[in-house]
């Protein structure tokens, strides 16, 4: 990509101010940890819940579109690689959160297993050493899979040679299947495991729908403030906004249907070892959350979503997306803290520390961007302009679905 050209000009202001709002929130949150070690390393794992989330989530995005195509898949494919690529990025960061394991985690403080008979029956799977070796799994399968996507992206903008998106299709049928996996052991050892004497067979696929939620919502977030130059601006036509919406709707419709399905379930068996968990987020203040998640984080978006002008006008489109990223910490924030606090009560770390690590997650994302177009090439060799009646578009999803 030319350094003088309008969209580098872009990335570098982004850039820097997310980096510098990266650099003040660390510099807060390093304040917050020697204040309050646990309530740092609480913070924490919400935002390090987040942004791992929006790296999963654009590797899932990616892959759903190889198997099932889409020119929505197209326009936003430089932004889910870059995002998900970044996975690497979440590798690194994940070491303060080990270091914080027995402030967050009953079951990795020395000798709690052998003492606390509720916690007799989880004794075998909450060992730290197989703690770690199902982390090195987790993230040799993810950064593995983030790689060779885009790996055999970048070929193929430099040659055009079939057999790279043969290979993508063909690896994201398994890929997807290995990511439901890995991420039901990593949301129990991640969250479940925070109150061990609770269970839930479907927490897994209710984080595996909050990463491609929030992932999508990110995406067109940051795919609106690029759309203001060339080519990415002749490529997100209202068309492709069109197509972002309805399946940011989808997401936010199957969030809610996913999460009132373990809710009813867990309310008609009515057994203490699994109420106990939504009990102690209904009381203390805590289900006034849960009921603005129910209004802000579903009815809101659903409303709004449905009215055609708002999927195809790009500013309505990204303050609904904002709003979705908004909420979904929010849930997190709910889903986590009420496990250390019985009552109602939000740390300024709560939201300094997810928006300290998103100033270097952000920095991160435009270093990646900038190396290359914003828009897949419809064949081999670079970007020049993009017609504005789609070609790009037209001719890679053809591809797409010639190599499924």
Not at 6 to 17: A, C, D, H
Not at 89 to 109: E, F, I, N, Q, T
Request: glycine share 8%; charged share 15%.
């Amino acid at each position: 990509m030319n350094d003088d050209s309008p969209s580098n000009s872009i990335l570098v202001r982004l850039r820097w101010g997310a980096l510098a709002v990266g650099i003040v929130g660390a510099g807060l949150s390093v304040v917050g940890f020697l204040n309050d070690r646990q309530q740092f390393f609480q913070s924490y794992l919400i935002a390090y819940m987040f942004w791992l989330s929006v790296c999963i989530g654009a590797a899932g995005l990616m892959m759903l579109n190889y198997v099932a195509g889409g020119r929505w898949g197209v326009v936003i494919r430089r932004v889910a690689e870059a995002a998900a690529i970044l996975i690497f990025l979440m590798a690194v960061l994940l070491a303060p959160l080990l270091l914080g394991l027995s402030d967050l985690y009953k079951w990795a403080r020395p000798g709690v297993l052998d003492e606390d008979p509720a916690l007799r029956n989880v004794v075998i799977f909450h060992q730290i050493p197989l703690f770690y070796v199902r982390l090195a799994i987790y993230f040799s399968v993810w950064c593995g899979i983030s790689f060779l996507l885009k790996r055999w992206s970048v070929q193929r903008d430099q040659s055009d040679n079939p057999s790279l998106m043969r290979k993508a299709v063909a690896l994201s049928g398994p890929g997807m299947f290995a990511y439901v996996v890995t991420l039901t052991f990593a949301s129990v050892d991640f969250l479940c495991s925070l109150e061990p004497g609770w269970d839930s067979t479907i927490i897994g696929f209710m984080y595996g729908t909050d990463c491609l939620l929030t992932s999508l919502a990110f995406i067109i977030v940051i795919a609106v403030l690029l759309a203001k130059v060339s080519p990415l601006r002749e490529a997100l036509t209202t068309d492709r906004l069109h197509d972002l919406g309805n399946l940011l709707l989808t997401f936010v419709m199957f969030w809610a249907y996913v999460s009132i399905s373990q809710y009813l379930i867990i309310w008609m068996g009515n057994l203490p070892e699994e109420a106990h968990w939504y009990y102690h987020r209904t009381i203390g203040g805590w289900e006034w959350v849960a009921r603005s998640l129910m209004g802000l984080h579903f009815a809101l978006p659903f409303f709004l979503l449905l009215f055609r002008h708002v999927k195809r006008g790009a500013t309505s489109l990204f303050c609904v997306a904002l709003g979705v990223l908004v909420m979904r910490v929010v849930d997190l924030l709910w889903m986590v803290a009420p496990a250390f606090r019985p009552e109602l009560r939000v740390h300024w770390l709560d939201a300094v520390v997810p928006v300290a690590m998103g100033g270097l997650f952000v920095a991160a994302l435009t270093w990646v961007l900038q190396r290359q177009p914003l828009v897949v090439p419809p064949s081999g060799g670079t970007v020049a302009e993009v017609p504005s009646g789609g070609t790009t578009n037209d001719a890679h999803a053809a591809s797409v679905s010639e190599a499924a």
